[in-house]
């Protein structure tokens, strides 16, 4: 197919744009008013573009509510893949478009794509959309899917830095030790060389020791002076407080939210203030 200058302008954008329709044009611009006597003129809502781009993936794109409301009201296919397996609600989803991904969720959009495909709950954690997040636990996505790049949603939350993402993630009951090809998300923390991430894996009962396979564990990827690479050192030499191992026992008894279900209970008020406030 030969790239003309029409076609080249618009390669770098959502898509390659050589079938694009004036009602991708519409969504895509959040106009309303165009769409809407476009569909009523019997424009098909379900046109897509040589990379199998719909105009309800452009308008959750964009965050055009009013847009994918129409869409979806004139049939538009709510799970339609693009040449990437991405579903409108990935893209709502990657882009943080909050009202987006309610709207597709509530007309039916799967949170739990095939084995191996794009997952909505992976891209929210790439992007380091945390509302969207807690809106895919809410609705069922499953924290253990597995991309076939980075593994889990756990793997990219910690690989990408986004310590909020991970946190509702872990709270939700997610594998702290899940690995892809040994690889855990304590290995993807070492890399990006974040502390905080470190210290929550570690919270959560995160294995310190574990090895990929190159043999390597999670220090090995971190400077020994680098701030990372000293507190790994620390846990490596120094033993679980009695506070820490406290802590993850009471997780694995009584789930990620043990906390805060031990702090509902009316007995021992100190030891209670001691696990959960300290």
Known sequence: ???????????????????????????????????????????????????????LHEACLHGH????????????????????????????????SVECVKLLLAHGAKANPPLFA????HEACMSGKAECVRIMI??????????????????????TEHVDCAKL???????????KLHETAFHHAAKAGNVNLVELLMEFGGNIYASDNRGKKPSDYTWPTSPTGKCLEHYEKTP??????????????????????????????????YLCYK
């Open 118 to 121: 794009v997952s909505p709950l």
């Open 240 to 273: 679980l407080s009695l506070l820490q191992m406290s802590r993850i026992s009471v997780r694995k008894l009584y789930g990620p939210r043990g906390l805060e279900k031990i702090a509902k209970l009316q007995i021992a008020p100190r030891l209670i203030d």
């Open 169 to 179: 993630l872990l709270n939700a009951g997610a594998n702290v030790n899940a690995a």
């Open 65 to 96: 509510t009013q847009c994918v409301k129409m869409l979806l009201a004139a049939g538009a296919q709510v799970d339609a893949r693009n040449i990437d397996g991405s579903t409108p609600l990935c893209v709502a989803c990657a882009f943080g």
């Open 1 to 55: 197919m030969e790239l003309t200058p029409a076609r080249l302008s618009y390669i770098g954008d959502i898509g390659f744009w050589a079938d694009h329709t004036p009602v991708h044009d519409a969504a895509r611009q959040g106009h309303v008013l165009q769409l809407k006597q476009l569909i009523e003129n019997g424009a098909c809502v379900n046109l897509f573009t040589v990379d199998s781009i719909t105009p």
């Open 138 to 159: 809410a609705a069922g996505a499953n924290l253990e899917a597995h991309d076939c790049h980075f593994g889990t949603p756990l793997h990219v939350a910690c690989a």
